[in-house]
DNA sequence: AAAAAACTGTTGCATTTGCAACAAAAATGA
DNA sequence: TCATTTTTGTTGCAAATGCAACAGTTTTTT
């Protein structure tokens, strides 16, 4: 992915000095937006992690999604005719920046340079998510919580150019990431091990396959 | 989602006007793509119906994904250090659109109209891909085939307004859409109807909740 | 019009998975 | 530093799900 622009730049540039950005405090726990007003509103993690939850038919909470450093989220990239409530909480304290995917043609007061380039660099931000989106839905769609977790760690091993590898999440986060009972997971886990396909010590992987 | 532009007209006359682009036509089971090179190319069903298929670590094959009218795919929207293989494969006979993503920026011989409303356009359909794998991913992540059932179901009655509407997908395709297992999904429609939840006619579902 | 291919509907059975529950360890924060 | 919260690790059990297999329809192709 040859992204053609420094993303962490481009945020931190845009958020000083575009005046048609907020960027808001939030501290844990706090809720960062609801997924029922503000359908056009884009939201871009600036420091800090924050979680989306799902409120389903029977009152089940869900993890559904985690975002941090730059990351992009918000209502605008889910379907209007949704049946569970989705609520992002600022899984710690968080800065998030926010503003309106409507203006992005308009110029701002100050026709600030960060709106001309604001076009490409969205499409860029988009494509990642896509890609990011795809990565999951491929996880997903496995049979097996062994495969769930084997290809998982497959991708991380790539990624890093090692068999050894730290997890970037916990693993009550993996669960939920992986859309599986973590005990089943931790189960499954400890299988793999029995095996000889990983070991683990913490949150350090090694696959051995 | 307000589309501020029309996208059917928009790959019709990008098609026939800029020469930056493919048009191939495609027989049943023939290989549209193959996810392994051209990296930065893009693909957009002009007519007919695309699978995109996934050959796993153990040869396992699964249909991940099922593309029909102006929908993008292409490697492009996929991570590089994924385990599998994936095939794009033309599910009936099929027109499909090919252009480099690098391409982009550069106008082509006929400097046409089109390269230049291309990267707007192109933004609306990334972030209506977005949406559509976010919908995806929100089916997915349910614990149990009856819940996606029932989502699935209900976002199809919002979407239509009516309590009764016609499926998009055979069952078969319908199962793989939402990652069950065929014969437990229609074990569980069954089971949905003794208890009331639906009525089934064919392909025709009424939702009685 | 006949043959082939794809889809629907169904079932028994084995396995996988989720759920509930709890103790211990680690991390957080007041 | 002590108390509280979160995470990890584990287990028995019940329920959900995948798998295999096959017959009957429907659709597509020749």
Redo the contacts between chains.
Sequence with gaps: ?DTKFNKKNFIENFKNNCNRVQVKKFSKGETVTTYIEKRSQICIVVSGEVDLI?Y??NG?K?I?GHFVDNEIFGE?????????ELFAIAHKNSEVLFYNYDSL?VKCKKNCEFHKEL??S??QL??D??????????L????STR?KI??YF??LS??TLRRTFTLPYSYTDLADFL?VDRSAMMRELKLLIDDGFIKKNGNKITLLY
């Design positions: 992915m799902r389903d038919f089940n869900t559904i605008v990239f889910y379907p209007a005719n949704t049946n569970n043609s076009t490409n969205l499409r988009f494509l998510k896509i890609v990011e989106l795809n990565l999951r839905i491929e997903l769609t496995t049979k495969e084997l290809s497959r991708i790539k990624g859309s």
